[in-house]
């Protein structure tokens, strides 16, 4: 890291410093685990990061898990490991693949695991790196899509900024095309961009800035006015209002995440830690939210499927 830090910078780190000496007990020698979320208020990645922590917990490590949750934003998000290896992270657990590749790009020492990851390897992430994959069969999320309101009209909401939500929003696009669909880009980061309502389905992608939880309900409010049926490639959405979903399980990637980083922490290299490829994948179906908008929800889906009602 350049030593020329800047006085904000510093003045940053210094606080950050003085936060992490007052959490920590008196004497305590716990190695710290930083963590990477892409944002603040995003609850599946909530649920991840519940899960890595219990079982650090449950597997002895005695760590210290410091979580930084920036806004959405590749400076921010380097900004953020830059405070994270300062406080002496062993190990830096990333939430995405935006955030992963955000810390090898700016950190090229301290051991990285990814989780809830979509297409690690395509998103570029590599060096001291090893973690959870959490890419989805897109093509069985959008026949159900196709299946529930015959869409005809594919909006997929994502952000330009978020490497896996751009890797997913080419994966949905080029499938929907296949189906004979029209799709809608809709770039979070992009004023211009299509709305909501020129759509009559709409897939949200994993991007931060599409499901912290005000952006989320704003973007329903639309969808619900329009008897738009929508989809998510992550599962605590539904119980916000999306009508289905499906996604890697979160307490899975949190699980494996934080064996990994038990691992490195007792001395092994990352890269001697095979990579978990095969997510958990389940699909959730929101009952009520499809009464509402006048859908119908296939026998033999939600007889595989986990239900809000």
């Known amino acids: 890291m350049s030593k020329n830090l800047g006085e904000p910078m510093k003045k940053i780190i210094l606080i950050g410093t003085v936060i992490f000496s007052l959490l920590a007990p008196p004497g305590a020698s716990a190695e710290m685990v930083g963590a990477l979320m892409p944002a603040k208020n995003v609850p599946y990645f909530m649920s991840v990061h519940e899960a890595l922590v219990k079982e650090l917990q449950a597997l002895g490590t005695g760590a210290e898990v ?13 900004n953020a490991t ?43 992430i590599t060096g001291k790196v090893t973690g959870m994959e959490a890419t ?15 869409f005809s009209k594919l909006g997929i909401m994502y952000s330009s900024d978020e490497i896996g939500s751009v890797k997913q929003m080419e ?21 211009g961009a299509a709305k909501l309502s020129d759509a009559d389905a709409v897939l949200f ?4 800035s599409v499901n912290n939880k005000s952006s989320l309900e704003s973007f329903l409010d639309t969808t619900r006015a329009k008897k738009i049926a929508t989809a998510s490639v992550l599962c605590a959405t539904c119980q916000n209002g ?5 996604s890697a399980n979160p307490e899975q990637q949190g699980k494996g995440a934080a064996q990994m980083v038990a691992e490195i922490l007792k001395g092994k290299s990352p890269n001697a830690i095979p990579p978990n490829k095969n ?13 509402d908008l006048g859908f119908s929800i296939p026998f033999e889906l ?7 009602k």
């Open 66 to 78: 410091v979580l930084q949750k920036p806004a959405p934003s590749e400076m921010a998000w380097k």
């Open 82 to 124: 830059r405070k994270l290896v300062v406080l002496g992270a062993k190990v830096i657990v990333a939430y995405g693949s935006e955030t992963a590749l955000a810390i090898v790009t700016e950190n090229a020492n301290v051991p990285v695991v990814y989780t809830a990851a979509y297409d690690p390897t395509e998103c570029g």
């Open 279 to 291: 997510p958990q994948v389940e699909t959730t179906v929101n009952l009520k939210e499809a009464k």
């Open 205 to 208: 992608t994993s991007a931060a």
């Open 171 to 191: 994966a949905a696009a080029a499938l929907a095309l296949k189906m004979g669909s029209d799709v809608i880009k809709i770039d979070t980061r992009d004023p």
């Open 302 to 308: 939600l007889g595989t499927a986990k239900v809000v």
């Open 242 to 246: 999306v009508l289905i979903s499906l």
């Open 136 to 150: 989805i069969p897109m093509e069985g999320l959008l026949d159900n899509l196709k299946k529930i309101s015959n």
